[in-house]
T-cell receptor
Framework: QQPVQSPQAVILREGEDAVINCSSSKALYSVHWYRQKHGEAPVFLMILLKGGEQKGHEKISASFNEKKQQSSLYLTASQLSYSGTYFCGTVILIKAAGNKLTFGGGTRVLVKP | GAGVSQSPRYKVAKRGQDVALRCDPISGHVSLFWYQQALGQGPEFLTYFQNEAQLDKSGLPSDRFFAERPEGSVSTLKIQRTQQEDSAVYLC???????????????FGSGTQLSVL
């Protein structure tokens, strides 16, 4: 049930772009994206719901293709502050009592000057 | 408080010892989640509370793991007879209502790093 993220790691120069993918074998209801810096708490970036919407946070945006059961995170004109590990979290069960996030293994991003 | 608070920040235990990890969620948040994060891995779900009710404990790896939230606020994750494979960062997260299928996000604490020697 764990979503699969790719690539596992990426190294960028400041100003370059990157794409992180998140795929699930199960039908997705929503996808969450979080970024975690070393030794710190994961920090929320954005949520994408069914409907193929695209969202943005600073110069970070994401899309959600529910037919393909995948989401992509786009880092545009990367900044040094974008370094960290990015996790997608997927919600696949709809229960009246609540839902849980299942996280992927993460993508480590290093932005160099 | 301003955010999710976890204590202790670091815990070293000898194999076989019992440990208790505390989570203080954001005031007013109904839902509370515990995750286990091994080195270099993504967080793995352990258990979920809505107020004081433990609605999902499917991720607890064994009966040595026990979590409670008796008054619907502070939660404690207890691990009995710790083993080396229990070494990990234990993350706590809270959300306002737990409706993760909508626009609700998780607020994470910085975690407790448990090392079992």
């Amino acid at each position: 049930q764990q979503p699969v993220q790719s690539p596992q790691a990426v190294i960028l120069r400041e100003g370059e772009d990157a794409v992180i993918n998140c795929s699930s074998s199960k039908a997705l209801y929503s996808v969450h994206w979080y970024r975690q810096k070393h030794g710190e708490a994961p920090v929320f970036l954005m949520i994408l719901l069914k409907g193929g919407e695209q969202k943005g946070h600073e110069k970070i945006s994401a899309s959600f293709n529910e037919k393909k059961q995948q989401s992509s995170l786009y880092l545009t004109a990367s900044q040094l502050s974008y370094s960290g590990t990015y996790f997608c979290g997927t919600v696949i069960l709809i229960k009246a009592a609540g839902n849980k996030l299942t996280f992927g293994g993460g993508t480590r991003v290093l932005v160099k000057p | 408080g301003a955010g999710v608070s976890q204590s202790p920040r670091y815990k070293v235990a000898k194999r076989g010892q019992d440990v208790a990890l505390r989570c203080d969620p954001i005031s007013g948040h109904v839902s509370l989640f515990w995750y286990q994060q091994a080195l270099g891995q993504g967080p793995e779900f352990l258990t979920y509370f809505q107020n004081e009710a433990q609605l999902d404990k499917s991720g607890l790896p064994s009966d040595r793991f026990f979590a409670e939230r008796p008054e619907g606020s502070v939660s404690t994750l207890k691990i009995q007879r710790t083993q080396q494979e229990d070494s990990a960062v234990y993350l706590c997260a809270s959300s306002l209502e737990g409706r993760l299928s909508t626009n609700e996000k998780l607020f994470f604490g910085s975690g407790t790093q448990l090392s079992v020697l």
